[in-house]
């Protein structure tokens, strides 16, 4: 019925059981689904979640992993991601804090008690309801731990939330879900990590080197100390357990645990109390559409017929959401915006546009030396980064590739090729030779990075348009944007210049690998005020966005919001 979210693990949908129950429907990407440790280790994981039942946690009801994709279903509850809620709404009051890390923890208890630890607590994985905070997404982050992404000594997780032990690669116990909790906790009520506002890595190293040097909390409020010095500890043992945990809330918070009756600030209860009629009212439903997979081999013939779905009957009235879910990113993932999956598409054997792979991952392996008294302590991080960038080698200080980058894997299978037409060395005289015309100049347009429950905001540069619901056509949009990576469905660079033939050669000769991170563009400033951002558009026009500025957030993990105008010519060669 629709696209609700897209992170590390794979996409997710809204969609009903036979009975009409909504549910949302996590496929795994395509790259964990071919290796078969995975595929094992999933299953095994799968099967303990659906042995884990308890309040405040969402439910997995089914799921498959002998298909091509495998896939899990958990009930559906639309809530808003507590990472969410502290960036629109800011710091929750002590109360609801309490309240939330009380009611958390009982979760956990539920948890622990069918044998699994979640391993990647953190606000993203936290659903704010109307009927209280919900936990997502408990032991499947650990299937990946088998696959080829992570045999290299990498470690699954956030981490900024990581427990001591998990940051130093030790074994993980419940223990562990305590301390992340407690660094939720600290971050909920006010906006600030124990560890300081250093970037993920350098907070990471200071959480494995707490039993020398442990977090400094004299700042925090005296009852929410006391709480945070006992979920902080750097020896587990000495850690709070979930029942005492939620007992001490529970006396901290003046109210009952389970009582949820204005339990939330007015906004972000008003902005819930929407996401639910949201929710009750989804879009219909639309032709099934299962992930693309890579062609094996170049098509022989263009088809004669463009391919028929099945028929969507008209969908029945959609009852009332019962529970939730959201992705397992590889970041944190804003997702609920409950917009239409895009119906499947006639392809032809060379189709005008293609989006290349958004999400491709790999992982790095990030080594850090953690000074632990005279010893050192080493911090192993599998951190997603770019996979066609590594296995092209097309990577620069800044995130851009070479002049001559190797084919994708697309093209290497057979698929169409993504770059426009002009930029091949066979075409360098017509490039040389084409004229341009002016059809519009100096176009406001602004990205703001996604935020509010969105998952990707498309962009289109002919028109241009910037579309934050997600309604565009796949094939319409120039590129796209998600909480941490630019993605270009063409080639897009940087120019010296504002001519067309300053602004194409830029396109052609420097352009950024098929991803740029946030990353890149904040700490390595990849793309700045005063750029100008060309590509040759899937329309076949040349387009420059020229950058007047750019709104860096206070965490470089993130996408900044960017301000500049465009303007397009139209080419003749």
Known sequence: MARIGEGGM??????????????????????????????RRFEQEVQAARRVQGYHIVPVVDHDTSGELPWLASAFIPGIPLHDALTQFGPLPPAA???????????????????????????????????????????????????????????????????PEHALGERVGPA?????????????????????????????????????????????????RSLLERCLTADPAERIGTEELAALCQELAGRGLSDFQGWLPAPLGAEIARREQVAQNPPPPTAPQMPAAPPAAPPAAPPTAPPTAPPAGPPTAPPTPVAGFGPAPAYD????????????????????????????????????AVAAGAGTAVWILGKDKDKDSKANGSK??????????????????????????????????????????????????????????????????DAPKVDPTNY???????FSADNSQLTFTRPMGKASGTTPQECRAGAEQNPYTETLSAQSINKEKAIAEGDHLCMVTGDGNLAMWTITSVDRPADSDYLPNFSGTVTVWNIAN
Not at 212 to 222: G, M
């Open 10 to 39: 794979g996409t997710v949908y809204l969609s009903r059981t036979r009975g009409g129950q909504p549910v949302a429907l996590k496929v795994i990407r395509r790259e964990y689904g071919q290796d078969h440790d995975f595929r």
């Open 97 to 163: 804090v309490f309240q939330l890390v009380g009611t958390t923890a009982r979760a956990l208890s539920a948890i622990h008690a069918a044998g699994v630890v979640h391993r990647d607590l953190k606000p993203s994985n936290i659903l704010l309801g109307a009927g209280g905070p919900y936990v997502i997404d408990f032991g499947i982050a650990r299937a990946a731990d088998a696959t080829q992404l992570t045999q290299s000594g990498g470690l699954i997780g956030t981490p900024q939330y990581m427990s």
């Open 176 to 224: 562990t879900d305590v301390f992340s909790l407690g660094l939720i906790a600290a971050v909920a009520a006010t906006g600030r990590h124990p560890y300081g506002d250093g970037g993920a890595i350098t907070i990471a190293a200071q959480i494995a080197n707490t039993a020398h040097r442990p977090p400094q909390l004299a700042s925090y409020d005296p009852a929410l």
């Open 333 to 368: 993932s804003r997702t609920y915006n409950l917009s239409p999956a895009p119906a499947p598409t006639a392809t032809s054997a060379a189709p005008k546009r293609r989006r290349g792979a958004r999400m491709a991952v790999i992982a790095t392996v990030v080594v850090l």
């Open 396 to 461: 620069g200080s800044a995130g851009q590739a070479s002049s001559s980058p190797s084919p994708s894997r697309e093209q290497q299978a057979g698929g169409s090729s993504p770059t426009p037409s002009g930029s091949s060395g066979s075409s360098s005289q017509a490039t040389a030779n084409a004229t341009y015309s002016k059809l519009f100049e100096g176009k406001a347009l602004t990205l703001r990075a996604p935020a509010g429950g969105l998952d990707s905001t498309y962009v289109d540069l």
């Open 472 to 478: 565009m056509d796949s094939d319409t949009a120039d």
